[in-house]
């Protein structure tokens, strides 16, 4: 992504959409012309790569600096990592786990990392599974597991 | 205050502990006593590969409803769209086949693979039934000076590459019956795909296309206010719902493959299940509930039983796997 | 005319269609609150319920629930910025904001006034004007519909905030998702890594409610802060409500009309209407700056035009046959199993039923808004619940809502990247809004150019020629130049105000 101008930070938002944009136009470009006239499927994609190209470009120049404070204070990083940790065993626990279990134990956990007390939790957290479950599975046939 | 609202929440959420507890001993113990008794004994899952709304999902729903009353057990549609329905076949045929899990079966199931979509098709599959048929129908403008299909034919000819249809998408059926309309004929036409028929026949009735290739029920409304002029019926024989048009056949050609709808299980469905869903089936084709909506939705009700449907399907297949290659090829290749 | 408009109106009074009326809007309300359930769904699973019921009284339960869905969308956006539909999108900007202020009450009740205003508006032009406004959805052809598509995304540098280039860079991104799937012309896979469950492209619904839904919560527990939940409430007392019925009613006739019209053009819905008719108020607005920042004209417009989309589509539906929207395309099918074909027939043989329908239409939208006036204020406390419960109940909506819509789990791990996605793109003040413009409009600005082309053989001079592609394009220059202009001008005169 050619060379800064000296003393000016690099903004990481324009760097990151000009490397999509780049990809974009690449892998646009690869797909197959159909050699007529009208274009084909890879003739959007490699305009909206372009104009992503383009459109970081006075972001670039800007050279904003960006400083990202990813969490407040060093109390709510372990929350956050906590529950993005819990959605993905969630997830990939799905078909091993009846819904109503762990979608209580995932409410239960959530409600313990905002420090709410283990009764509370367990009250509010099995109730509101209850209630989505009754609603979706027992009214609307939408089957979880 | 704060103390009796925490015993009330104490109290409170243990009792709902153990009703959550008690809830799932219930249901556990329904799954396993229900392997002992007689089948049916417990809710069947009937997978759509459409979202809410279409014409299969229609007859699906229908269709359940009629099946719930043949056998005395709720049978519920689940919409999973996506990928031509290729989603949905493959969620069905990775399921056990134990009769509580069925699935709609449209045209596509023998289209999927030869479209490159999946890797899955009617070799995968139970086949339980075929209900019913969908004609294909070439229609025009009203205003259009097109009256006959064979005075289409002969614009198209003097004209190659000049006059436009429009079709539901790109490797749909009707896309693939209008290619075949090509090449019976020895025309050329440009194809313009839309998401869907309806989007199609906007089109057409806006002018913006010179014909379209669609179902006989989609067509058959405009057609009957006066809005649109079917040419043809791309079948052997006429379409009920439309008496009064030609089909290809009788003016002297012979090219055509109609949409259906059927149900297929996952492979390996036990042999006494089999035969009670096909007479469920059978029963629940006859209802006054289902004859009607064939009518309204101009369908042609066909009904075949597992080795019929296999022997359908099996050509249905074999003639998709040589013709959607050499179809879309050439589409592609004249664009 | 009169003695069938007397015939429909004593048809009306019978006490079991105001009650399947009433059940309706009673379902629809909930599907709309519901993230991820949809008035289309809930229509669609409904049908085959009302095989068994007469003509009008099944009628009377359908647009019970459309009627009831669209306006309900609009709590969820208010309250915990998840639109309950994709028409609330819009909603959320200015209504969350209102809440987060301690407004909750003011902001639904809002909701209900502009979504009662354009129901009756566009019944209104049901009533009266049905057949010019669907003369003009018929020409409306591809490339139209590619103008219109442009002119939409033009809008989203009028909802990026201060943020322009950031902006117009995720609503790039937004168009570029939206080319995953099958190419809509040749059916060409892109970008879908042998995965069946992407090549019907990236589902929009789950997306949404991951950016705004679990993307919010994520954001809200890094900073520590209560998230959704005011410290402070007011409820909107007499005074309160004087203060901003002329904005208010402004702006809803302004979002109105503009529903109305693109609720009439077929494949353009609720969303899109709201999203034009936020930037149309906000530029007519005397203070700009207050839009996304809890301004009740921006709320009311949304709500209204969101809302008046019902009329509009309606229109189309009942002249042509034709669906102006999701929820009318699953009608159509209803109303051919009870026997009825929606198109210009309709009028000479069915003269009674449309005014039924119209009938209907006024009546859902006074139960309607009746029902949400009744529940504001109960409602309005749930932005009082402690923030912990909150977050739950939005992470497990979320859950729940990504995966009903088709039953896929894809869906929900789909929902589960965008709100990461959406908590990255928040930390590097990369506005949202944009990249959900974006992927709405993708398909719709491709598909119709490529299909414009197909119908012209190539030639880009014809699109460009026809008067209202035009129109439609000058139109999206102007919007989008506007704005970078102005912060040129700003940036010109503060040299700091980028760099804050």
Not at chain 3, 139 to 147: I, L, Q, S
Not at chain 3, 289 to 295: C, L
Request: glycine share 10%; proline share 7%.
């Amino acid at each position: 992504m050619g060379c800064p101008v000296k003393k000016r930070p690099i903004d990481p938002v324009a760097c990151g959409f000009a490397a999509i944009g780049v990809t974009l136009a690449y892998a646009g470009w690869q797909f197959p012309r159909l050699g007529g006239v009208v274009p084909g499927p890879g003739f959007f994609p490699m305009v909206c790569g372009l104009a992503m190209l383009a459109f970081a470009l006075p972001l670039f120049i800007a050279g904003r600096p960006r400083p990202v404070q990813w969490v407040a204070t060093q109390q709510q990083a372990r929350p956050l990592i906590a529950l993005i940790l819990a959605l993905t065993l969630y997830l990939l626990l799905w078909h091993w786990v009846p819904f109503l279990i762990r979608t209580a134990l995932l409410a239960i956990v959530l409600l313990r990392l905002a420090s709410v007390g283990w009764r509370r939790a367990t009250f509010a957290g099995c109730l509101t599974t209850l209630a989505l479950w009754a609603g979706f599975f027992l009214g609307l046939h939408v089957n979880f597991d | 205050m704060t103390l009796l609202r925490q015993c009330d929440a104490d109290a409170l959420s243990r009792v709902v502990l153990i009703l959550w507890l008690a809830g799932q001993i219930v249901l556990s113990f329904g799954c396993h006593s229900t392997q002992s008794r007689s089948y049916p004994s417990k809710p069947i899952r009937l997978i759509v590969q459409t979202v809410p709304g279409g014409l299969s999902d229609a007859v699906s729903r229908v269709m359940a409803s009629q099946l719930e009353l043949q056998l005395g057990v709720p049978v519920v549609c689940e919409n999973r769209p996506g990928a031509a329905g290729a989603v949905a076949f493959l969620y069905v045929v990775r399921q056990r086949p134990d009769g509580y899990l069925l699935g709609h079966g449209p045209v596509e199931i023998a289209m999927v693979q030869a479209l490159g979509l999946a890797q899955v098709g009617p070799k995968d599959m139970d086949l339980l039934c075929l209900v019913s048929m969908s004609d294909p129908v070439l229609a025009v403008h009203s205003a259009s000076s097109w009256k006959t299909f064979n005075a289409l034919v002969e614009s198209a000819r003097t004209r190659p590459g000049y006059y436009i249809i429009g079709n539901s998408g790109t490797g749909s059926i009707w896309h693939i019956n209008a290619l075949l309309l090509e090449e019976a004929t020895r025309t050329q036409f440009v194809h313009c795909p839309f998401g869907g028929s309806a989007a199609a026949i906007t089109a057409l009735l806006g002018r913006h296309v010179d014909a379209v290739v669609a179902g006989a029920g989609e067509v058959a409304p405009y057609v009957q206010a006066g809005s649109l002029r079917a040419l043809a019926v791309f079948s052997a024989q006429r379409s009920p719902v439309l008496p009064d048009v030609p089909a290809v056949r009788e003016l002297g050609w012979d090219f055509g493959t109609p949409a259906w709808s059927g149900f297929y299980a996952p492979k390996g469905l036990p042999d006494p299940v089999r035969s009670r869903l096909v007479g469920a089936f059978k029963k629940a084709f006859e209802s006054e509930a289902f004859q009607r909506l064939c009518r309204e939705r101009g369908m042609r009700a066909v009904f075949l039983g597992p080795d019929e449907f296999r022997v359908f399907v099996d050509g249905q297949t074999q003639f998709f796997e040589s013709a959607i290659p050499r179809l879309i090829t050439r589409a592609w290749a004249v664009q | 005319m009169s003695s069938e408009l007397t015939a429909a109106l004593t048809q009306l009074l019978e006490a079991r269609i105001v009650g399947f009326l009433t059940a309706g809007v009673g379902l629809g309300m909930l599907f709309g609150a519901l993230p991820g359930l949809t008035a289309t769904m809930g229509i669609a699973l409904l049908v085959p319920l009302t095989f068994w019921l007469p003509t009008d009284q099944g009628l009377a339960m359908l647009l019970g629930i459309y009627c009831g869905a669209i306006p309900a969308g609009g709590i969820p956006a208010i309250l915990l910025n998840v639109p309950g539909t994709p028409a609330s999108i819009a909603a959320t900007w200015d209504g969350y904001a209102l809440s987060q202020k301690g407004r909750a009450d003011l902001a639904l009740k809002i909701n209900v006034f502009a979504s009662l205003f354009g129901q009756l508006l566009g019944v209104l032009f049901l009533a009266l004007a049905a057949f010019p406004i669907a003369s003009l959805a018929l020409r409306m052809g591809p490339a139209e519909y590619f103008g219109l598509g442009v002119f939409g995304l033009s809008l989203m540098a009028g909802v990026s905030g201060k943020r322009v280039w950031e902006g117009v860079l995720a609503g790039t991104l937004g168009l570029a998702l939206a080319t995953v799937g099958l190419d809509p012309l040749t059916a060409y896979p892109r970008f879908t890594f042998g995965l069946p469950e992407l090549l019907d492209g990236v589902a929009f619904i789950p997306v949404m409610i991951g950016l705004f839904g679990l993307g919010e919560v994520l954001a809200a527990i890094s900073a520590g802060v209560t998230p959704f939940g005011a410290t402070t409430h007011r409820s909107a007392d007499a005074p309160a409500l004087q203060r901003c019925v002329g904005p208010v009613l402004g702006s809803s006739l302004l979002g109105s009309l503009i529903g109305v019209f693109v609720g009439a053009v077929p494949a353009a819905g609720g969303d899109i209407a709201a999203i034009i008719a936020w930037d149309q108020s906000r530029r007519l607005s005397p203070n700009r700056e207050e839009f996304g920042q809890g301004s009740t004209r921006g709320l009311a417009a949304a709500c209204a035009a969101a809302n008046a989309v019902i009329g509009g589509a309606m229109t189309t539906m009942m002249t042509l046959g034709i669906p102006g929207d999701a929820p009318s395309a699953v009608l159509i099918g209803a109303l051919l199993i009870h026997g009825v074909q929606p198109g210009p027939l309709m009028f000479r043989d069915h003269r009674t039923l449309v005014w039924t329908i119209v009938l209907l239409l006024a009546l859902a939208a006074l139960v309607t808004a009746s029902v949400g006036l009744l529940g504001s204020a109960p409602l309005a406390r749930l932005a009082r619940v402690p923030a912990p419960y909150l977050w739950m109940a939005v992470v497990l909506l979320s859950i729940t809502g990504a995966y009903a819509l088709n039953n896929s789990l894809t869906d929900v791990w789909l929902m589960f990247i965008a709100g990461l996605a959406g908590f990255v793109l928040r930390k590097l003040e990369v506005p949202l809004g944009p990249l959900v413009l974006g992927l709405i409009l993708g398909p719709m600005i491709e598909s119709n150019l490529r299909r414009a082309l197909v119908l012209s053989r190539g030639d880009w001079s014809t699109i460009f020629a026809r008067p209202l592609v035009l129109v439609f394009l000058v139109a999206a220059a102007a919007a989008l130049f506007g704005p970078v202009a102005a912060l040129r001008r700003t940036q010109h005169n503060r040299p700091a105000a980028l760099s804050r």
